[in-house]
C-alpha cells in the first residue's frame, strides 16, 4: 500500500518555522530533534529500530541489562555538550558516576594496568612512571589540547561551506588557536618522532590501543590535533561518566523533549529513500514495518542521521521528481504516483558518492555480552578495561577487548549479579562473506570467553547468560552500512576542516552524526546536531 500524507499537517508560519524531518534515532538524530523542536520547528523523528538510541541504546535479558554499543559518555560537565543542551532543553541530566580511572589498560605479558586516571596530577605521575622521559610529548599534547578545546566551545563550523560557516569558523579563532595550525598536517606517530619517542613500543602500544577507540585508527594514521582532545578529554575538569541505569536515559530524555514541545517519534518506520527535486530535499519514502504500509512525507527540511554510506543508498533509489513547483505538497502527491524508483543519484551528489566509494574500509565490532554472578568480577576492578594480548597481532579480532563492567547499584544486573560487555574490532567483510556465519561467531565467542577468563572467573556455573553481536547484527538493528561502528577514521583527509560537512550538496538535507566533525561518542554527535540547528536556524532568518 502506498500513499501520500503530512500526518504533521502543512506548515504553519504563525506556530512553526516549518516541518523537519529526522531520519535515524541515534543521539545526533534525537538531540537535533530535541533543539529544533525546542526552537519551533514541527519535528517528525523516524527509526527502524524498536527502541531509540541507535548505538547507544541497551536491551534486556534474564533481568540484566545491556548497553547496545556506546558504554561511556562525555560532556556532561558544566560547560560540557550534554549540559549546554540539556539546559536549553529545560529537561534534567541523568545521574551519572566519573570514570576513575577512565581505562585501566593491559599490555601484552603485564598484570597491572595503565590507568588513565581522573585527576590531571595524578595521571601525570602515572605516565611519567609508565613511559619514563615521554613528557615532553604529554605537555605537547596537553597544549594542543587546550587551544582545541576552547576553539571547539566557541562553536566553529567545521567544515565550512558558505559564508555563514566560514564566519562562524572565523569568529571561534583566537591568538592561542594559532598554536594548532603547525601541527595541522600531523599523524600522533609524527609526534611521537618528532619527540623522540618513535622506538617506544610500550608507549606507541599504549596510544594505539586508546586511538583505536576514539579515532578508529592507530598512531601513524590519527591527526594529532583530533587526538589530543581524544586523549585530553578524560581529565579533569572534563572527563567520562558512567551513567546510572543505563546508556538509554539519554536517548529516553531526549525523545521526552521532543514530545513535550510538539514533535513526533516514529519507531519500526523505515525511511527508504529521499525524495528530490530540483537540486533540493524535498521528502522521505517511509514503510511501517508492522503494516506494511509506505507512503511518502513531505518536509521543509530533511536532517539525516545516518553514515555518509547510508546517506548516498538513501538517495540513489529515489523517486526523481523534475520540474517542481513551489508547492511542494501539492506537486509531490501528483509526481510521486507516476514516479517509478530508479537508481540514479542526483547529479549534485556525484562527487560526495566518488569521496564515499574512495574511504578505508570502516571497522566493525564483535561484541560478547555475559551476565554473571558477582563472583566473577576481581576485587576493585575497574568500570572500563582494555586488553591487548599479543604484540605482534592486530589491534581488534579478539587480540584485543575493550571491557566495560557494571558495578553493585547501577541499575545494570539483579542483586548479587553483574553485567560484563567486550567489544573487539573486526573486518566487516568477513562477516558477510563467510559461508559458516554462525561458525565465526561461535569461534570468536569461545575466544572471546577464553581471553576474558584470564582476568575474570568465568565458569560454566558463573556465566548466567551469554550472547554476541557481529557486524551482520549491529546491520540488523541499527541499519548502519555493512553493520560499521564509530564513524569514520580520524585520519589527516577526513578529520575536522577536511572531514565530511553536515552541509550536503543536496539543498535543505543535512547530515548529523559521527560521519561529520568532531566524530564519534555522544557528545561528538551532540555537537553535530548542534551545528546543524544553527546552520538551520541561520538560513531561515535569510
Given at each position: 500500500?502506498?500513499?501520500?500524507?503530512?500526518?504533521?499537517?502543512?506548515?504553519?508560519?504563525?506556530?512553526?518555522?516549518?516541518?523537519?524531518?529526522?531520519?535515524?534515532?541515534?543521539?545526533?538524530?534525537?538531540?537535533?530533534?530535541?533543539?529544533?523542536?525546542?526552537?519551533?520547528?514541527?519535528?517528525?523523528?523516524?527509526?527502524?529500530?524498536?527502541?531509540?538510541?541507535?548505538?547507544?541504546?541497551?536491551?534486556?535479558?534474564?533481568?540484566?541489562?545491556?548497553?547496545?554499543?556506546?558504554?561511556?559518555?562525555?560532556?556532561?560537565?558544566?560547560?560540557?555538550?550534554?549540559?549546554?543542551?540539556?539546559?536549553?532543553?529545560?529537561?534534567?541530566?541523568?545521574?551519572?558516576?566519573?570514570?576513575?580511572?577512565?581505562?585501566?589498560?593491559?599490555?601484552?605479558?603485564?598484570?597491572?594496568?595503565?590507568?588513565?586516571?581522573?585527576?590531571?596530577?595524578?595521571?601525570?605521575?602515572e605516565?611519567?612512571?609508565?613511559?619514563?622521559?615521554?613528557?615532553?610529548?604529554?605537555?605537547?599534547?596537553?597544549?594542543?589540547?587546550?587551544?582545541?578545546?576552547?576553539?571547539?566551545?566557541?562553536?566553529?563550523?567545521?567544515?565550512?561551506?558558505?559564508?555563514?560557516?566560514?564566519?562562524?569558523?572565523?569568529?571561534?579563532?583566537?591568538?592561542?588557536?594559532?598554536?594548532?595550525?603547525?601541527?595541522?598536517?600531523?599523524?600522533?606517530?609524527?609526534?611521537?618522532?618528532?619527540?623522540?619517542?618513535?622506538?617506544?613500543?610500550?608507549?606507541?602500544?599504549?596510544?594505539?590501543?586508546?586511538?583505536?577507540?576514539?579515532?578508529?585508527?592507530?598512531?601513524?594514521?590519527?591527526?594529532?590535533?583530533?587526538?589530543?582532545?581524544?586523549?585530553?578529554?578524560?581529565?579533569?575538569?572534563?572527563?567520562?561518566?558512567?551513567?546510572?541505569?543505563s546508556?538509554?536515559?539519554?536517548?529516553?530524555?531526549?525523545?521526552e523533549?521532543?514530545?513535550?514541545?510538539?514533535?513526533?517519534?516514529?519507531?519500526?518506520?523505515?525511511?527508504?529513500?529521499?525524495?528530490?527535486?530540483?537540486?533540493?530535499?524535498?521528502?522521505?519514502?517511509?514503510?511501517?514495518?508492522?503494516?506494511?504500509?509506505?507512503?511518502?512525507?513531505?518536509?521543509?527540511?530533511?536532517?539525516?542521521?545516518?553514515?555518509?554510506?547510508?546517506?548516498?543508498?538513501?538517495?540513489?533509489?529515489?523517486?526523481?521528481?523534475?520540474?517542481?513547483?513551489?508547492?511542494?505538497?501539492?506537486?509531490?502527491?501528483?509526481?510521486?504516483?507516476?514516479?517509478?524508483?530508479?537508481?540514479?543519484?542526483?547529479?549534485?551528489?556525484?562527487?560526495?558518492?566518488?569521496?564515499?566509494?574512495?574511504?578505508?574500509?570502516?571497522?566493525?565490532?564483535?561484541?560478547?555480552?555475559?551476565?554473571?554472578?558477582?563472583?566473577?568480577?576481581?576485587?576493585?576492578?575497574?568500570?572500563?578495561?582494555?586488553?591487548?594480548?599479543?604484540?605482534?597481532?592486530e589491534?581488534?579480532?579478539?587480540?584485543?577487548?575493550?571491557?566495560?563492567?557494571s558495578?553493585?547499584?547501577?541499575g545494570?544486573?539483579?542483586?548479587?549479579?553483574?553485567?560484563?560487555?567486550?567489544?573487539?574490532?573486526?573486518?566487516?567483510?568477513m562477516?558477510?562473506?563467510?559461508?559458516?556465519?554462525?561458525?565465526?561467531?561461535?569461534?570468536y565467542?569461545?575466544?572471546?570467553?577464553?581471553?576474558?577468563?584470564?582476568?575474570?572467573?568465568?565458569?560454566?556455573?558463573?556465566?548466567?547468560?551469554?550472547?554476541?553481536?557481529?557486524?551482520?547484527?549491529?546491520?540488523?538493528?541499527?541499519?548502519?552500512?555493512?553493520?560499521?561502528v564509530?564513524?569514520i577514521?580520524?585520519?589527516i583527509?577526513?578529520?575536522?576542516?577536511?572531514?565530511f560537512?553536515?552541509?550536503?550538496?543536496?539543498?535543505?538535507?543535512?547530515?548529523?552524526?559521527?560521519?561529520?566533525?568532531?566524530?564519534?561518542?555522544?557528545?561528538?554527535?551532540?555537537?553535530?546536531?548542534?551545528?546543524?540547528?544553527?546552520q538551520?536556524?541561520?538560513?531561515?532568518?535569510?
Amino acid at each position: 500500500m502506498r500513499g501520500d500524507r503530512t500526518p504533521l499537517g502543512k506548515s504553519n508560519p504563525a506556530d512553526t518555522k516549518g516541518r523537519v524531518t529526522v531520519i535515524g534515532g541515534g543521539i545526533g538524530g534525537l538531540t537535533a530533534a530535541a533543539l529544533l523542536a525546542r526552537r519551533g520547528y514541527k519535528v517528525l523523528v523516524l527509526d527502524q529500530a524498536i527502541v531509540p538510541g541507535g548505538c547507544a541504546s541497551t536491551f534486556k535479558r534474564k533481568g540484566f541489562t545491556f548497553d547496545v554499543g556506546a558504554t561511556q559518555v562525555a560532556g556532561l560537565e558544566p560547560g560540557g555538550i550534554h549540559h549546554r543542551i540539556f539546559s536549553e532543553l529545560d529537561i534534567e541530566l541523568p545521574a551519572a558516576t566519573p570514570c576513575d580511572p577512565a581505562c585501566a589498560v593491559f599490555l601484552p605479558g603485564e598484570t597491572a594496568p595503565i590507568s588513565v586516571w581522573r585527576d590531571p596530577q595524578k595521571w601525570q605521575e602515572e605516565r611519567q612512571r609508565q613511559f619514563p622521559g615521554s613528557e615532553p610529548f604529554w605537555q605537547l599534547l596537553s597544549a594542543l589540547f587546550k587551544a582545541s578545546w576552547k576553539f571547539q566551545g566557541r562553536d566553529p563550523v567545521l567544515p565550512p561551506r558558505n559564508f555563514w560557516d566560514f564566519w562562524q569558523l572565523i569568529q571561534a579563532v583566537r591568538p592561542d588557536t594559532l598554536i594548532t595550525l603547525p601541527f595541522t598536517f600531523m599523524t600522533v606517530g609524527d609526534a611521537l618522532r618528532l619527540c623522540g619517542l618513535g622506538d617506544n613500543l610500550r608507549l606507541k602500544t599504549f596510544l594505539d590501543l586508546q586511538l583505536k577507540l576514539y579515532s578508529q585508527v592507530d598512531t601513524e594514521e590519527t591527526a594529532l590535533l583530533y587526538a589530543a582532545t581524544a586523549l585530553g578529554v578524560s581529565q579533569e575538569p572534563q572527563g567520562l561518566y558512567h551513567l546510572q541505569g543505563s546508556m538509554q536515559v539519554l536517548s529516553d530524555r531526549l525523545v521526552e523533549a521532543i514530545e513535550r514541545d510538539g514533535g513526533k517519534v516514529l519507531l519500526r518506520h523505515t525511511v527508504e529513500s529521499i525524495v528530490t527535486a530540483n537540486g533540493q530535499a524535498t521528502g522521505t519514502v517511509i514503510r511501517n514495518q508492522k503494516t506494511g504500509e509506505v507512503w511518502t512525507e513531505t518536509a521543509d527540511r530533511i536532517v539525516a542521521n545516518v553514515t555518509a554510506q547510508n546517506l548516498v543508498k538513501l538517495l540513489s533509489s529515489e523517486p526523481i521528481i523534475e520540474n517542481l513547483t513551489d508547492n511542494l505538497t501539492e506537486n509531490l502527491s501528483v509526481k510521486s504516483e507516476s514516479s517509478e524508483t530508479t537508481n540514479k543519484l542526483p547529479n549534485q551528489m556525484a562527487g560526495y558518492k566518488y569521496r564515499v566509494d574512495k574511504l578505508p574500509p570502516a571497522s566493525g565490532a564483535f561484541v560478547i555480552y555475559l551476565g554473571v554472578h558477582e563472583s566473577a568480577i576481581p576485587a576493585n576492578c575497574p568500570p572500563h578495561l582494555q586488553f591487548l594480548y599479543d604484540y605482534d597481532g592486530e589491534i581488534g579480532e579478539n587480540n584485543s577487548l575493550f571491557v566495560s563492567v557494571s558495578h553493585p547499584g547501577d541499575g545494570r544486573a539483579p542483586k548479587g549479579m553483574a553485567t560484563i560487555i567486550a567489544s573487539s574490532f573486526t573486518d566487516t567483510r568477513m562477516w558477510w562473506n563467510s559461508v559458516d556465519y554462525e561458525g565465526l561467531k561461535q569461534k570468536y565467542t569461545v575466544g572471546a570467553i577464553a581471553r576474558l577468563s584470564e582476568y575474570f572467573n568465568l565458569t560454566p556455573e558463573s556465566i548466567v547468560h551469554q550472547e554476541a553481536a557481529t557486524p551482520r547484527t549491529f546491520a540488523r538493528y541499527t541499519a548502519r552500512d555493512r553493520g560499521v561502528v564509530g564513524g569514520i577514521g580520524q585520519r589527516i583527509p577526513t578529520f575536522g576542516p577536511f572531514g565530511f560537512a553536515n552541509r550536503t550538496p543536496i539543498k535543505n538535507l543535512w547530515l548529523v552524526g559521527d560521519s561529520t566533525h568532531p566524530g564519534e561518542g555522544t557528545a561528538g554527535v551532540s555537537y553535530s546536531a548542534l551545528t546543524v540547528v544553527r546552520q538551520m536556524e541561520a538560513a531561515s532568518k535569510i
